[in-house]
């Protein structure tokens, strides 16, 4: 099959995909889709619940691993749509539908270009296909659960909207609930420890704290107060306001590190949620990157988090279609994104595998 036919197979699996539902936990029908459009080019697959696992024909264990990735799941349409979220159709070049441009897009391309190598026999890496399940949820049956029954990983590309530019880095998470605490008593009576006073500080502390190491990449550590409640009735002053902290990790701390730190010098009581949605980087000198700089692409750092955070080996995230574009009402992807970006794909990894 040419890249053409490729590409416009890609297409129709990508409006299938955004027809069915498929909200995390809930994509059995997707998995069965992706498995139906690979039967179709024979290639067989492994399941593993909702994920779908696929293997280059001439698969060698003693060549290194490149995995290329992406997820099948979506977020639930918000009250904002006009149109209907699982009604796939093009508009002016944009093909409109939930999870068509997140992750639906980088997935088809990744699926295409999996197709186009799958049976050649001169690779210098084996290629792992997994379309994933439970990524926008964090899940137990996501990638990070699927890892430790898959072959070892020395390199990933990661399906995620990037304008097919190259995001080398993509920042951690590290979620906090912290504690202010006071005396509570009767509104009516004095009290020099009011819970809610105490914590304007607390807040002040937060808003100028500076993380000290930058990346060239990742920019600086970005922490933020996102939620904060307190109080059940008018006239009680409570016991304690209690604070939720996103802190948004670069590549020059680890998540343990800035957990450490904050439990240190934090003037209230802090709690971490999770360590393990860690920051992701790949060397700019890695010839997977090179091979996109030769291409016209250029370099980043991402905000936003992906199944990168549970990946140990070096990632890449690249993709077609806007990050700005997940989650909103009235989901697309430009055709021609799709397109340009299984283009892309097929001639970076014809520079790094060869």
């Not at 699926?111 to 049976?119: C, Q, R």
């Not at 990449?217 to 109080?231: P, R």
Request: net charge negative; charged share 25%; hydrophobic share 35%.
């Amino acid at each position: 099959m040419n890249q053409t036919e490729l590409t416009e197979s890609a297409i129709n699996l990508l409006k299938e995909l955004i027809s069915i539902e498929s909200f995390s936990k809930e994509e059995d029908k997707t998995a069965d889709a992706i498995q139906a459009w690979l039967a179709k080019y024979d290639i067989p697959i492994e399941r593993d619940l909702n994920n779908i696992i696929a293997k280059n024909k001439f698969w060698d264990n003693s060549k290194p691993t490149l995995l290329l990735n992406s997820h099948h799941d979506t977020v639930k349409p918000n009250t904002a749509y006009t149109k209907d979220p699982f009604l796939p159709h093009i508009e002016d070049g944009k093909l409109f539908g939930l999870g068509s441009n997140d992750a639906g897009g980088p997935l088809v391309s990744l699926l295409a270009t999996f197709v186009n190598y799958y049976d050649s026999e001169d690779l210098n890496h084996n290629l792992l296909m997994v379309a994933s399940a439970e990524e926008e949820n964090a899940g137990e049956n996501s990638l990070r659960g699927l890892l430790p029954k898959l072959p070892n990983i020395d390199v990933a590309i990661v399906g995620e909207p990037t304008l097919m530019q190259l995001a080398i880095a993509e920042k951690g998470l590290v979620v906090f609930d912290a504690v202010v605490k006071g005396t509570p008593s009767h509104a009516a009576h004095p009290n020099n420890d009011n819970s809610i006073y105490n914590s304007i500080k607390v807040l002040e502390w937060f808003k100028n704290y500076k993380f000290k190491k930058s990346s060239e990449a990742l920019g600086d550590v970005k922490m933020t107060v996102t939620q904060i409640s307190a109080g059940s009735q008018h006239n009680v002053v409570p016991a304690q306001v209690d604070l939720v902290v996103d802190v948004r990790v670069n590549d020059a701390y680890t998540n343990k590190e800035i957990a450490d730190l904050l439990k240190k010098d934090a003037p209230c009581e802090l709690k971490e949620r999770s360590l393990r949605l860690n920051s992701s980087k790949i060397d700019k000198d890695h010839p997977l990157v090179k091979s996109g700089i030769a291409l016209g692409r250029t370099t980043y750092g991402s905000p936003t988090l992906s199944d990168q955070a549970a990946l140990s080996c070096q990632s890449l995230k690249l993709g077609p279609g806007d990050s700005t574009r997940s989650h909103s009402a009235n989901e697309f992807i430009y055709v021609n994104e799709i397109e340009e970006g299984i283009d892309l794909y097929i001639k970076i990894l014809k520079g790094f595998l060869h």
